[in-house]
């Protein structure tokens, strides 16, 4: 389904030599926001039976990392991070610099699938030990002070030549006036992919004028669309997302791919092939992943088709994707060649 006129400006993709991992490394994109320990329970009672990496930023970052190493997490974490991240690190090469211990432990979340388009809670009525228990208490109880502060962020962005920076983040005025104030001055695209409890229209005035002041690319799926708007269906919210006053939003509608919206136009981009373990995290996954693509000058198709291919990537396995050099040359043929179909059927 295309909504609006279809695009006329594909652009090419091609493979980016990608520097060095280190402690010392240069990087181009800052990923902020939360890290989570995530154990998954699947409607039919199955689960990953282990806590795997996750949380908005590290999954994000999992989008952009999968095309360049030129990128760097700002997150604030616990002291038992290390046990499970350490490997992953390791393995991928990984800047440490932004990760900042402040508290005993990382957000652990159970998180429980409610039907099958992929909705999920963090479920509080699931069993759970004794210690899984004050593990999710902790969680709630610390997920507020953990998450990236402007300060953390400014850190990253500073005198740095930055070109985007992603931010899961709610429409809280004080923190947008301090991070916009940043943004001004160090001159970097922003992703802001909106938490769940402030898509709701209660927000809506808020939102429309974060976006107008702060927002290049914006991220949202169809059940927050639907609660910030107040709508039903992909036509209603996508003239809604079009009223805001961003440069494009990657409207992501689960199981059914993603549209691709700027004023003009809306493009619906179908899921990329490959095999399906987990879509946990495949949001922020596609997010990281258009804002790569966004400030690389892509166009919007293109855009839709890299955070898609990042989303089939996320999908294969339990928790982030874990060898980012493994999958990065597929990920870039794919790409092509979804671009090459996708500018055949609309007859550019």
Same mark, same amino acid.
């Given at each position: 389904?295309?909504?609006?006129?279809?695009?006329?400006?594909?652009?090419?993709?091609?493979?980016?030599?990608?520097?060095?991992?280190?402690? *010392?490394?240069?990087?181009?994109?800052?990923?902020?926001?939360?890290?989570? !320990?995530?154990?998954?329970? @699947?409607?039919?009672?199955?689960?990953?039976?282990?806590?795997?990496?996750?949380?908005?930023?590290?999954?994000?970052?999992?989008?952009?990392?999968?095309?360049?190493?030129?990128?760097?997490?700002?997150?604030?974490?616990?002291?038992?991070?290390?046990?499970?991240?350490?490997?992953?690190?390791?393995?991928?090469?990984?800047?440490?610099?932004? +990760?900042?211990?402040?508290?005993?432990?990382?957000?652990?979340?159970?998180?429980?699938?409610?039907?099958?388009?992929?909705?999920?809670?963090?479920?509080?009525?699931?069993?759970? #030990?004794?210690?899984?228990?004050?593990?999710?208490?902790?969680?709630?109880?610390?997920?507020?002070?953990?998450?990236?502060?402007?300060?953390?962020?400014?850190?990253?962005?500073?005198?740095?030549?930055?070109?985007?920076?992603?931010?899961?983040?709610?429409?809280?005025?004080? +923190?947008?006036?301090?991070?916009?104030?940043?943004?001004?001055?160090?001159?970097?695209?922003?992703?802001?992919?909106?938490?769940?409890?402030?898509?709701?229209?209660?927000?809506?005035?808020?939102?429309?004028?974060?976006?107008?002041?702060?927002?290049?690319? @914006?991220?949202?799926?169809? /059940?927050?669309?639907?609660?910030?708007?107040?709508? /039903?269906?992909?036509?209603?919210?996508?003239?809604?997302?079009?009223? !805001?006053?961003?440069?494009? #939003?990657?409207?992501?509608?689960?199981?059914?791919?993603?549209?691709?919206? #700027?004023?003009?136009?809306?493009?619906?981009?179908?899921?990329?092939?490959?095999?399906?373990?987990?879509?946990?995290?495949?949001?922020?996954?596609?997010?990281?992943?258009?804002?790569?693509?966004?400030?690389?000058?892509? *166009?919007?198709?293109?855009?839709?088709?890299?955070?898609?291919?990042?989303?089939?990537?996320?999908?294969?396995?339990?928790?982030?994707?874990?060898?980012? /050099?493994?999958?990065?040359? /597929?990920?870039?043929?794919?790409?092509?060649? !979804?671009?090459?179909?996708?500018?055949?059927? !609309?007859?550019?």
């Amino acid at each position: 389904m295309t909504v609006g006129k279809q695009q006329k400006n594909f652009t090419s993709i091609t493979r980016i030599e990608c520097k060095a991992g280190g402690d *010392d490394m240069q990087y181009d994109y800052v990923i902020a926001g939360n890290v989570m !320990l995530d154990r998954v329970i @699947f409607l039919d009672g199955s689960q990953s039976g282990r806590e795997n990496i996750g949380g908005p930023a590290t999954f994000a970052y999992s989008g952009v990392r999968l095309w360049t190493d030129d990128v760097i997490q700002c997150s604030n974490v616990g002291a038992d991070w290390e046990t499970l991240f350490r490997p992953w690190i390791e393995k991928n090469h990984i800047n440490t610099e932004g +990760f900042k211990i402040i508290t005993d432990r990382c957000n652990h979340s159970i998180i429980k699938y409610k039907d099958k388009s992929g909705q999920y809670a963090f479920d509080m009525e699931v069993p759970m #030990t004794e210690e899984e228990y004050w593990l999710k208490n902790d969680a709630w109880q610390d997920f507020g002070y953990m998450k990236s502060s402007p300060e953390d962020i400014e850190k990253f962005t500073k005198g740095k030549n930055i070109k985007g920076v992603y931010v899961a983040q709610n429409a809280d005025r004080t +923190f947008w006036r301090k991070f916009g104030e940043i943004k001004k001055r160090d001159g970097f695209k922003l992703m802001w992919e909106i938490e769940g409890p402030w898509a709701h229209i209660h927000y809506l005035n808020d939102v429309r004028e974060i976006c107008r002041d702060n927002v290049d690319i @914006f991220s949202i799926n169809i /059940e927050e669309a639907q609660n910030l708007f107040d709508v /039903e269906g992909d036509e209603a919210c996508i003239k809604d997302l079009q009223s !805001l006053d961003v440069d494009m #939003t990657l409207f992501r509608v689960g199981e059914r791919g993603l549209y691709a919206v #700027t004023k003009e136009e809306a493009v619906h981009l179908f899921p990329s092939p490959g095999p399906i373990v987990d879509p946990c995290g495949c949001g922020n996954t596609s997010t990281g992943s258009a804002l790569y693509a966004y400030c690389e000058g892509k *166009d919007p198709v293109m855009v839709g088709i890299m955070a898609n291919v990042a989303a089939s990537m996320n999908i294969r396995q339990y928790g982030v994707i874990p060898d980012f /050099e493994t999958v990065r040359n /597929e990920a870039y043929s794919l790409a092509t060649e !979804l671009y090459e179909k996708y500018r055949n059927r !609309l007859e550019i």
